[in-house]
């Protein structure tokens, strides 16, 4: 058993051929969407972040409203850029956010992907200093996320409150019970993949490798998983570990499918330079179900992990995408095993 869920970049774009036109269509129709992913089987809806563009980015009220209207489906990010938040107000949000969703948040975080502008956390008033990098900075903001979300009580109570307080320094609240075990990662190399079994966070292997070793994207992303898992294990960790993988896979049940998406049977993996380094991408799996199966069976990263993300076209509706979710679910899961 799998558990499946849809990760949407959160696209929106004024042009006539778009279902989102607006923010204010990309927000409403997310919610929408995991409501209609819930009623037909799906187990989660993501949500991608991205800043100064047009497309999702402020995840927490998104979240907060897509809980409010479903009551099974996870809902979570895919990912949070760290570098450009304030971890103890992220804290409050995620919190608050948690409890609205009846403790069904999966939260991914990372370092972030290359970015709309030249150094955007400045912008947001967050500056690594001298002799420090951004990845850094992005891993002291996750540090002290944890840590307060995890109950760690450090500030010093006023002796003459306007409210009574507990006894004894002061923690972030609200507190979610359980949130910190729902804390995953983005990795975009093996040994990143190392560094987060080590934190106690789960595994999200991001839609790209920024490395190449010349063997398929998803040979290596299994190589990045079986090295998480093994790490941790050597770090004691006595829960049981998360692994997501992200996919593009369109089953092509009829003309309209067809249309879309039927000259992507023919994707291959990719190899380009994303910020000066070699990087991976996977392929798009689109074909009739019968060879779906068939390809799928062979990709040893979707094997090893307990999590599919479902990559959508976000700006074909919502109608459209629960159609693509509904059909994964109906045509191509259970041949696999993970129905």
């Given at each position: 058993m799998k558990k499946i869920g849809f990760l949407s970049f959160g696209h929106w774009n004024p042009s006539p051929q778009s279902?989102?036109?607006?923010?204010?269509?990309?927000?409403?129709?997310?919610?929408d969407l995991a409501v209609a992913a819930e009623e037909v089987g799906a187990d989660g809806a993501y949500f991608r972040v991205h800043h100064f563009a047009r497309q999702l980015a402020s995840p927490?009220?998104?979240?907060?409203?897509?809980?409010?209207?479903?009551?099974?489906i996870e809902l979570g990010t895919g990912v949070i850029d760290m570098r450009y938040e304030n971890p103890l107000y992220m804290a409050e949000d995620a919190g608050a956010a948690d409890l609205i969703a009846?403790?069904?948040?999966?939260?991914?975080?990372?370092?972030?992907?290359?970015e709309?502008?030249?150094?955007?956390?400045?912008?947001?008033?967050?500056?690594?200093?001298?002799?420090?990098?951004?990845?850094?900075?992005?891993?002291?903001?996750?540090?002290?996320?944890l840590d307060v979300i995890d109950g760690r009580r450090f500030a010093e109570p006023n002796p003459r409150p306007m409210f009574p307080n507990p006894p004894g320094l002061l923690g972030i609240e609200p507190?979610?019970?359980?949130?910190?075990?729902?804390?995953?990662?983005?990795?975009?190399t093996r040994q990143t993949a190392v560094w987060t079994a080590e934190q106690g966070m789960n595994l999200m292997s991001s839609t790209l490798l920024t490395e190449d070793t010349g063997v398929s994207f998803h040979q290596l992303q299994a190589e990045q998983i079986h090295m998480f898992q093994d790490a941790w294990r050597d770090a004691g960790h006595e829960r049981e570990p998360r692994?997501?993988?992200?996919?593009?896979?369109?089953?092509?049940?009829?003309?309209?499918?067809?249309?879309?998406?039927?000259?992507?049977?023919?994707?291959?993996?990719?190899?380009?330079?994303?910020d000066?380094?070699?990087?991976?991408?996977?392929?798009?799996?689109?074909?009739?179900?019968?060879?779906?199966?068939?390809?799928?069976?062979?990709d040893e990263a979707i094997a090893a992990a307990d999590t599919l993300l479902l990559t959508i076209p976000n700006q074909l509706g919502v109608d459209y995408n629960a159609h693509l979710l509904d059909s994964v679910l109906r045509y191509v899961a259970p041949e696999l095993g993970w129905r």
């Amino acid at each position: 058993m799998k558990k499946i869920g849809f990760l949407s970049f959160g696209h929106w774009n004024p042009s006539p051929q778009s279902q989102a036109r607006t923010a204010s269509d990309v927000l409403l129709q997310s919610i929408d969407l995991a409501v209609a992913a819930e009623e037909v089987g799906a187990d989660g809806a993501y949500f991608r972040v991205h800043h100064f563009a047009r497309q999702l980015a402020s995840p927490f009220p998104l979240l907060a409203a897509a809980g409010a209207r479903t009551s099974r489906i996870e809902l979570g990010t895919g990912v949070i850029d760290m570098r450009y938040e304030n971890p103890l107000y992220m804290a409050e949000d995620a919190g608050a956010a948690d409890l609205i969703a009846g403790g069904r948040l999966q939260l991914g975080i990372s370092r972030g992907s290359p970015e709309q502008v030249v150094e955007g956390y400045k912008y947001f008033g967050y500056d690594p200093g001298e002799g420090n990098d951004h990845a850094s900075m992005a891993r002291e903001h996750t540090r002290v996320f944890l840590d307060v979300i995890d109950g760690r009580r450090f500030a010093e109570p006023n002796p003459r409150p306007m409210f009574p307080n507990p006894p004894g320094l002061l923690g972030i609240e609200p507190q979610s019970p359980g949130l910190r075990e729902r804390i995953w990662w983005g990795a975009g190399t093996r040994q990143t993949a190392v560094w987060t079994a080590e934190q106690g966070m789960n595994l999200m292997s991001s839609t790209l490798l920024t490395e190449d070793t010349g063997v398929s994207f998803h040979q290596l992303q299994a190589e990045q998983i079986h090295m998480f898992q093994d790490a941790w294990r050597d770090a004691g960790h006595e829960r049981e570990p998360r692994v997501s993988v992200s996919r593009s896979i369109f089953p092509i049940v009829n003309a309209t499918d067809r249309a879309y998406f039927g000259a992507e049977s023919r994707s291959e993996d990719q190899v380009g330079i994303i910020d000066g380094g070699t990087a991976r991408f996977g392929k798009t799996y689109a074909g009739e179900p019968d060879q779906l199966v068939k390809d799928l069976a062979e990709d040893e990263a979707i094997a090893a992990a307990d999590t599919l993300l479902l990559t959508i076209p976000n700006q074909l509706g919502v109608d459209y995408n629960a159609h693509l979710l509904d059909s994964v679910l109906r045509y191509v899961a259970p041949e696999l095993g993970w129905r």
